[in-house]
Nanobody
Framework: LLQLVESGGGSVQSGGSLRLSCAAS?????????MGWFRQVPGKEREGVAH???????TYVDSVKGRFTISRDNLKNTLYLQMNNLKPEDTAMYYC???????????????????WGQGTQVTVSS
């Protein structure tokens, strides 16, 4: 059974940086998974932040383009999200997600994903 465990969240001031990690266990086929990051603010829907295919192709929500970078290390079964120039509106719980075949068509739909981590909190103060 696939397990995803996030780490790296915390509190930073506006303009600061954080690097989130997501360690995957319980699988031998991690490299074939599509992976991503979602975030959620209380009272709002979960929002797709970034996505990376098995071949390394990446996609981002417009609000983080140029500031966030998603990457993966298939040897370590680990997903990353480098977040630079953080803004107060980036404050949220961040979740790691995984998708395996058959793949759906829309990376930003939370229903596309088969597994979720427990989340890590990111708080950005102005």
């Amino acid at each position: 059974l696939l397990q995803l465990v996030e780490s790296g969240g915390g509190s930073v001031q506006s303009g600061g940086s954080l690097r989130l990690s997501c360690a995957a266990s319980g699988t031998t086929t991690y490299s074939s998974y599509y992976m991503g990051w979602f975030r959620q603010v209380p009272g709002k829907e979960r929002e797709g932040v970034a996505h990376i295919d098995s071949d390394g192709s990446t996609t981002y929500v417009d609000s983080v383009k140029g500031r966030f970078t998603i990457s993966r290390d298939n040897l370590k079964n680990t997903l990353y999200l480098q977040m630079n120039n953080l803004k107060p509106e980036d404050t949220a719980m961040y979740y790691c997600v995984a998708d395996w075949p058959p793949y759906g068509g829309t990376w930003s739909r939370k229903e596309e994903y088969n597994a979720w981590g427990q989340g890590t909190q990111v708080t950005v103060s102005s």
